[in-house]
């Protein structure tokens, strides 16, 4: 046994509470200064005993000891991070710790031998907690979390046999990797959802613009108005593809493998006013055609109408 001494003040994070061991001489005289009066004291005699004294006891003499142990007895934070793994090895939790420790039985901290309390503590809390964790996937860390609270909470206290008492909680989370992977998944999930949604609304429109359907999605633009642009493009390519089927009937009707002339003079008349109304600005109507209302605003034109029947029929 030798002499030691930290050099520490209230202020110094300790790993060993125990912060000085002095030799007693003869007749229990001792070589150096008294230890601090707010820490316990330790002897030891010369056949193997160890005889604590918490602040301010001061045992009457010493003679019957060989040295004394000066411990700290104040209360100590920690902060601990290690791994833990899930139920699959590729994986595992990162666990972050937020821990208090304090002697409460010096003369059994002595005996231990421990001298590094952060390790000791650290080493208990993962081996109480591996078999835990390895129950839960990655994906589950909040519920491995809360087993692990319970469980190792109502275990065996940390360091009971280091003579500590400690208090202590952790916090589980996935390893960066994994919640990167989940992240990217997510992402793309996400996109999909997206582009599903907008094809089921453009095939809405084309659906009802095919069929005729003003009012059917006149009515859901109304409740959604953020849909205007792709209803308004949607009705505008149904137009152009109508109109330009329309034309190509109008130039088989008038080619030459057509009617006769005399036959077509009034069906001309009805497609040059089809198509005038069509493609002008605004309305356009023959006098005798009573005008129906005028469509909401943003619409566009309306479809190019279905071809007269010929002349003479």
């Given at each position: 046994m030798?002499?030691f001494d930290?050099?520490?003040?209230?202020?110094?994070?300790?790993t060993?509470a125990v912060?000085?061991v002095?030799?007693?001489?003869?007749f229990?005289l001792?070589?150096r200064a008294r230890?601090?009066?707010?820490h316990?004291?330790v002897?030891?005699?010369?056949?193997?005993t160890y005889?604590?004294?918490?602040p301010?006891?001061r045992?009457g003499?010493?003679?019957?000891?060989?040295?004394?142990?000066?411990?700290d007895?104040g209360?100590?934070?920690?902060?601990?991070?290690?791994a833990l793994?899930?139920?699959?090895?590729a994986?595992?939790?990162?666990?972050?710790?937020?821990l208090?420790?304090q002697?409460v039985?010096?003369?059994?901290y002595?005996?231990?031998?421990c001298r590094?309390?952060?390790?000791l503590?650290s080493?208990?809390?993962?081996?109480?907690?591996?078999?835990?964790?390895?129950?839960?996937?990655?994906s589950c860390?909040?519920?491995?979390e809360?087993?692990?609270?319970?469980?190792?909470?109502?275990?065996?206290?940390?360091?009971?046999?280091?003579g500590?008492?400690?208090?202590?909680?952790?916090?589980?989370?996935?390893?960066?990797?994994?919640?990167e992977?989940?992240r990217?998944?997510?992402?793309?999930?996400?996109r999909m959802?997206?582009?599903?949604y907008?094809?089921q609304r453009?095939?809405?429109?084309?659906?009802?613009?095919?069929?005729?359907?003003?009012?059917?999605?006149?009515?859901h633009?109304a409740?959604?108005p953020?849909?205007?642009?792709?209803?308004?493009d949607?009705?505008?390519?149904?137009?152009?593809?109508?109109l330009?089927s329309?034309l190509?009937?109008?130039?088989?009707?008038?080619?030459?493998?057509?009617?006769?002339?005399?036959?077509?003079?009034a069906t001309?008349?009805l497609m040059?006013?089809?198509?005038?109304?069509?493609?002008?600005?605004?309305?356009?109507?023959p006098s005798?055609?009573?005008?129906?209302?005028?469509?909401p605003?943003?619409?566009?034109?309306?479809p190019?109408?279905?071809?007269?029947?010929?002349?003479?029929?």
């Amino acid at each position: 046994m030798y002499d030691f001494d930290q050099h520490a003040h209230r202020n110094t994070e300790l790993t060993d509470a125990v912060v000085t061991v002095q030799q007693l001489g003869r007749f229990g005289l001792s070589r150096r200064a008294r230890t601090r009066i707010d820490h316990a004291l330790v002897y030891v005699s010369a056949q193997g005993t160890y005889e604590p004294f918490m602040p301010p006891e001061r045992p009457g003499t010493t003679r019957r000891f060989t040295a004394v142990y000066e411990v700290d007895t104040g209360v100590h934070p920690l902060r601990a991070e290690f791994a833990l793994p899930s139920d699959n090895d590729a994986h595992e939790f990162e666990v972050a710790v937020e821990l208090t420790w304090q002697v409460v039985d010096p003369a059994r901290y002595v005996r231990s031998g421990c001298r590094d309390v952060p390790r000791l503590l650290s080493a208990e809390l993962e081996r109480a907690a591996r078999p835990v964790t390895r129950r839960f996937p990655i994906s589950c860390s909040a519920a491995a979390e809360e087993a692990l609270l319970f469980e190792v909470g109502h275990g065996k206290p940390l360091g009971e046999d280091a003579g500590l008492r400690t208090d202590w909680t952790v916090r589980l989370r996935r390893d960066p990797a994994n919640t990167e992977h989940e992240r990217e998944l997510q992402q793309a999930r996400h996109r999909m959802e997206l582009q599903g949604y907008e094809a089921q609304r453009i095939a809405f429109y084309q659906h009802h613009l095919a069929q005729g359907g003003v009012q059917a999605w006149a009515l859901h633009l109304a409740q959604h108005p953020e849909d205007t642009r792709l209803a308004l493009d949607s009705m505008q390519k149904n137009q152009l593809d109508l109109l330009a089927s329309r034309l190509e009937q109008v130039k088989a009707l008038l080619g030459k493998e057509g009617a006769e002339a005399h036959e077509l003079r009034a069906t001309r008349q009805l497609m040059f006013d089809q198509i005038n109304e069509a493609l002008a600005p605004g309305p356009h109507r023959p006098s005798s055609e009573k005008a129906p209302s005028d469509p909401p605003p943003g619409y566009g034109r309306r479809p190019f109408p279905p071809a007269g029947p010929k002349a003479g029929s």
